[in-house]
């Protein structure tokens, strides 16, 4: 079964991006390029909401650079076409769309998103990690890194790595959902 | 000068309570006591929001044990007396306020609170620290950890160390505010 990773880098406060979508507060160094360039390297297939995909589409200026040696697939309910010859525009519930992809052969599959659409797929039960570069700054408002997905969600601490200038990468592994759910909500069978 | 910390118990998605304000997600082990152990020894005052206090009250029935063992200072506008023989209400200025009690000889300062209340003692520039145990958990909804200040933060992380049960205790000084502003802002001079 294919690995599903959300991975963001965030502020401590939990947004991945400014109120108008700048990043301009992001850290870039060697060590978490080192970092990225493996996790890519074991990922071959990218997960995004809409709203992710018009601002990645906006910072290529359409031309997708790039989309075409990952599939990618852009989930909507208001796009009608592909945005992009080299993107799949999935308009069906996304929790059952991932967890067919998940049986498919295949490397990792990568949630890039705000906290949205990441949480309709917690609550679908298919995020199998976490992975965060926590940045040292608090933001005070922005996009949110997680919303609510109406579900308690246990993790286990993986990986705890500081990095050069005081950003941490965090890795958690999503708990099978057993044993604690939010009080007042059914326990699943 | 006096150090004040921002400290909680929260969860990765940055809540430290459920919305009803319960904790029963809250993992104790001996590690983190000893942790809390060595960071009371070095503390003497308590600072902490109405809502705050009406929880650490409810808690302990009214009854506010322990309270006089350390200075503890109850801010709000609607309090109009002192809420408790040993808790003395501060109806004034947050920040001046504290400014004015780092000025004066004394231990550690520790501010317990919800976002709220620590969001105007990071407006105004008085904390010094935060200091978090981060819990392996998402919790969807609950009381905010961190509420919008009005201005960016800046930090260094000085600890990081992952607890048992997938605990990670981090701490982080705050950066003077000097760079960074949110766009837009204007800088302080």
Redo the contacts between chains.
Sequence with gaps: MRTVTYGAACS???FIA?P?G?V??LIFTADVSAVMTAFWKDTDTMLMGRKTWDFAAAQTKGGGTGFGKIETYVFSRTLTADPHPDVRLVREDAGAFVRALKARPGKGICVMSGGNFAASL?AAGVIDE?RLNVH??????GIP??T??????????TE?R?MKR???L?S?RVAPPKT?R??GQATEH
Tied chains: 1, 2.
């Design positions: 401590l406060d939990g400014r108008d700048s301009d507060w917690f976490v040292p700054v608090l933001l005070g408002a890194l997680f609510d997905p109406g579900t308690q969600v246990n993790l286990t601490l705890c500081p005081d950003c941490l965090l958690y604690r939010r009080r």
